[in-house]
């Protein structure tokens, strides 16, 4: 038979604040266990919670990001379950009346892209963490993490795809540190999801009984989270089995997701309004406060790299997977000035940057040769005093020593004498001793075989030691052997 998989995404995003979503302590990694669970967090008695204003900003920008409503109105709810890292036996989260309704996600995809439609994103803060390695037979419990801010934020079942979940998934990693909201660093958790997984015959519009699968904290575990758990749930309905609505956990070492519980239902959580928080207001003039701080979002700086700097649709997109990278790429235009060399900066950036960035393990904001420096690099391929090879070597001496400014080019090329030959007489006479001693090739040339032509251009190389300005040579070859 042939299967389609469906797949929703529940994604949380920690909200990039300094305090807690409900209390002031704080959310700085790396603290000893327990050190930032204050009494507000543990529900001691006669604490009140009060919202984090700079949470529910960020919330507001997301939503606008996406083209989604914001809900002048949304309520806080007591989500009920107990845990041993649920200090207060309910987790304040948003259900019936959410910050944030619909919107949409366009993902890049084989053939071009695909507009993934948001059911919500809600408010919520995070549990506590539960030991279970650091302790022999017991169980610890860190509070650090307990009242953290989050954003979960809901896809429809849309998605088809292991790749297309993963396109989602890393679409909206970028979203979200474009617009500041989270750091999206995965490795400590502020960027982790859910993976809601069925599957059902090609043609079908019901959807199959889905499990859940928790936490995934990284891009290469959801893909493979997805497509074991799709061809689990596609080999028990073929051998006569019926899939069971629960919760699993992926095993990367084995490969495989095993149950963890039972699949709750939002009757389970016995959610309802919770009575220390009033509802939550958004007012035209806080909305419009948070809409003028709004950087541009990604889609329109595609639009504008490829409509007023000429560049391809890859390019631009490349350039504005990262604010970071976008915001660099547009200080080297500054640096440079016309539009016209948007393209040679591009290639620069995407190639010999992003190489150097990757080899090194490093981000935009660590990198080793700020924006000027790279811009004044460039400004010496333009203006003919070194050739697009011997840039090469610049750069990589730039990288090595660190540059931050814009004569840092200049120093290099002057201190290791690589300022390219371009003066005519001082060419002219290298290359016509060259032909004069290889008169066999030379004949070759003159007969229209190309590859002699080339050998020239390679001798004429060596002879400059890589500084002969490539143009220039071509040209008095031309005049030389083809006249």
Known sequence: MDWEIVIGLETHAQLSTQS???SGASIAFGAPPNAQACAVDLALPGVLPVPNRAAVERAIRFGLAVGARINRRSVFARKNYFYPDLPKGYQISQ??????EGGVLEIPVADGTRLIPLTRAHLEEDAGKSLHEDFHGATGIDLNRAGTPLLEIVSEPELRSADEAVAYARTLHALVR???ICDGNMQEGSFRCDANVSVRPRGETRLGTRCEIKNLNSFRFLDLAIRHEAARQIELIESGGRVVQETRLYDPDRDETRSMRSKEDAQDY???????LPPLWVDEDWMSEVAAAMPELPAACRTRYTGAWGLSVYDAATLTQSRELSTYFEQVMDALGPAAQAKLAANWITGEFAAALNRDGVEVASARIAAPALAGLLQRIIDGTISGKIAKEV???LWTEGAATPDAADRIIEARGLRQ????????AIIDAIVQANPAQAAE??????KAFN????QAMKATRGKGNPATINAILHARLMA
């Open 20 to 22: 807690k979503m409900f």
């Open 421 to 428: 030959i371009s003066d005519s007489s001082e060419l002219e």
């Open 455 to 458: 050998y020239f251009v390679g």
């Open 395 to 397: 750069f990589d001496a």
């Open 270 to 276: 016995r959610y309802f309004p919770d009575p220390d």
């Open 95 to 100: 259900y019936e009346l959410p910050i944030i």
């Open 178 to 180: 474009w617009i500041d």
């Open 445 to 450: 040339v003159r007969a229209g075989k190309e």
